[in-house]
């Protein structure tokens, strides 16, 4: 084929797909990796934090080793055991002796050794973390709640 043949207006036309394909191809390729590192930059920073801010300072990788003297915890959150259970809603004390409201909705998920859990499968006595927000009535109204194992020492202050 000579250079005259190739750009006739069928051969272009051609050529032109062609070319627009590899570009579009390239294009959702290029966006695919990006979107991946994104993603694999998210999931490993909310690693680190998740376990500097749950498990205290200096404990960022240490699975299994909570420090539980730490007094970080706010109204958002919390630390400790449970007291009383009642329908929805949940006492627990923390590490300062402190009481603090819980109000369990349908969104919040309850964890125990990675298994989804029941309202109905907490105890008195259970240690749990909790993550979620204030309610107005000063209520912790948790996103999750998680079933420590029952080896895991949480000291009180008595």
């Known amino acids: 084929m000579t250079m005259k043949e190739i750009f006739k207006p069928v051969h272009f036309n051609k050529l032109l797909i062609i070319l627009s394909a590899a570009v ?4 959702v390729f290029t966006l695919g990796v990006f979107v991946g ?3 694999a930059r998210f999931s490993g920073a909310w690693g680190e934090n998740y376990y500097r801010n749950i498990m205290g300072p200096g404990r960022a990788g240490g699975f299994g080793m909570m420090d539980f003297d730490r007094r970080g915890f706010n109204g958002r959150s919390g630390l400790g055991q449970i007291i009383k259970i ?8 923390d590490q300062a002796n402190i009481e ?8 919040t998920a309850i964890v125990k050794d990675s298994q989804n859990i029941k309202i109905t499968d907490l ?5 749990v973390i909790i993550i979620g927000r ?7 109204e948790p996103k999750l709640i998680r079933v420590l194992p029952a080896e895991t020492p949480v000291p009180l202050n008595q």
């Open 24 to 27: 579009v191809l390239i294009f």
């Open 37 to 39: 590192h994104e993603k």
């Open 86 to 93: 009642e329908g929805n809603e949940m006492i627990i004390k």
């Open 100 to 107: 603090k409201a819980v109000l369990i909705t349908e969104r």
């Open 123 to 127: 105890k008195i006595d259970d240690k």
């Open 134 to 140: 204030p309610n107005n009535q000063g209520q912790i």
